[in-house]
């Protein structure tokens, strides 16, 4: 797993932020937390726990409180605060940049941005994209693909047909996200969030064929930029002798960096059709998230016919 960074250039474009002063070219500025801080207490003196690598909000309430006071003790806090060389300050609501903020922010090479954005649309919008874009991400071999709203990610060894079903699988209607390498971004406690990476987007490898646009020869509706990790579904090559789910009552799941993700194994052998299994498949766990299970239905239908309760059987 590594440790991913966002450039200050990037939050700057993404947020349209404005540039008031910055030390350096935005783009060599890397900001590695994804939390931010209002910085009302540090600016009344208070240092415990502050952070500098977090970038720092200030609002109408600090532009408020920085204004109520006389003119000595205002130069001191904010001598005080850009001396602890915070990563980055933005000033919400186009509150205007004191010429104090403009020589302290100068003289300890603190990066200073405003926006129009009121406080809380700032706030929101950054910490939604800081989350996104420092989240731990791990690559891993495989597709990924949406059917149906479900993020279907398709593992297996290399050969085994994961390419050409997702092919197939896009000519049924349904879009690619990744093939071959998917980077795996743990977005929240339960979230798990794919894409390619950018060299590859929107390519498909297809031995025999060689490399395919899947953008320009399907459409753009053929393609999504990222996708939830919904289900896991992973090829294998057929064994004979080994037992392979035939009801579904068991759920079983693949960990993804401490997310729990359900997952489904499929055996491959000449003559099946791997995009329609996987559509079913993808089906029916939207089916189960919503509350229907067809396996346990079915289980209890033939308890009550065998005369049983079905809640009296272990398992159920």
Same mark, same amino acid.
């Given at each position: 797993m590594n440790n991913p960074t966002v450039t200050l250039a990037a939050i700057i474009k993404h947020l349209d932020l404005k540039i008031n002063y910055t030390p350096e070219d935005p783009e060599n500025i890397l900001i590695h937390k994804k939390d931010i801080t209002r910085p009302g207490l540090?600016?009344?003196?208070?240092?415990?726990?502050?952070?500098?690598?977090?970038?720092?909000?200030?609002?109408?309430?600090?532009?408020?409180?920085?204004?109520?006071?006389d003119e000595d003790m205002?130069?001191?806090?904010?001598?005080?605060?850009?001396?602890?060389?915070?990563?980055?300050?933005?000033?919400?609501?186009?509150?205007?940049?004191?010429?104090?903020?403009?020589?302290?922010?100068e003289k300890y090479e603190v990066p200073l941005l405003s926006t129009e954005q009121s406080t809380s649309d700032l706030t929101a919008a950054m910490i939604s994209y800081l989350n996104l874009?420092?989240?731990?991400?791990?690559?891993r071999h495989g597709v990924l693909i949406e059917i149906y709203g479900e993020g279907v990610y398709i593992t297996g060894d290399s050969g085994v047909g994961k390419s050409e079903t997702a092919i197939e699988l896009i000519k049924r209607g349904h879009r690619l996200i990744a093939d071959d390498a998917v980077e795996l971004?743990?977005?929240?406690?339960? +979230? =798990?969030?794919? #894409?390619?990476?950018?060299?590859?987007?929107?390519? $498909? &490898?297809?031995?025999?064929?060689?490399?395919?646009?899947?953008?320009?020869?399907?459409?753009?509706?053929a393609v999504k930029q990222t996708e939830k990790v919904?289900?896991?579904?992973?090829?294998?090559?057929?064994?004979?002798?080994?037992?392979y789910e035939r009801l579904g009552l068991d759920d079983t799941y693949t960990d993804i960096m401490g997310v729990q993700i359900p997952s489904? +194994? =499929?055996?491959? #052998?000449?003559?099946?059709?791997?995009?329609?299994? $996987? &559509?079913?498949?993808?089906?029916?766990?939207?089916?189960?998230?919503?509350?229907?299970?067809?396996?346990?239905?079915?289980?209890?239908?033939?308890?009550?016919?065998?005369?049983?309760?079905?809640?009296?059987?272990?398992g159920m």
């Open positions: 540090p600016l009344s003196g208070f240092y415990d726990k502050f952070e500098a690598d977090r970038i720092q909000i200030a609002g109408l309430t600090e532009d408020a409180y920085i204004a109520s006071l205002r130069k001191f806090r904010l001598e005080e605060f850009f001396s602890k060389r915070p990563i980055a300050v933005v000033c919400s609501h186009n509150t205007p940049v004191s010429n104090y903020a403009m020589e302290f922010a874009q420092l989240a731990p991400m791990i690559t971004r743990k977005v929240s406690a339960i +979230t =798990i969030l794919g #894409q390619a990476p950018e060299i590859i987007r929107h390519y $498909i &490898e297809l031995r025999g064929i060689g490399i395919v646009d899947v953008r320009r020869l399907f459409g753009m509706g919904n289900l896991v579904v992973h090829l294998e090559h057929w064994e004979k002798g080994k037992m489904l +194994t =499929i055996p491959v #052998q000449p003559g099946r059709n791997l995009a329609v299994v $996987i &559509e079913t498949a993808a089906m029916n766990n939207r089916q189960k998230k919503m509350g229907y299970n067809t396996a346990r239905e079915f289980n209890e239908k033939v308890m009550r016919q065998m005369g049983l309760d079905p809640s009296q059987v272990d």
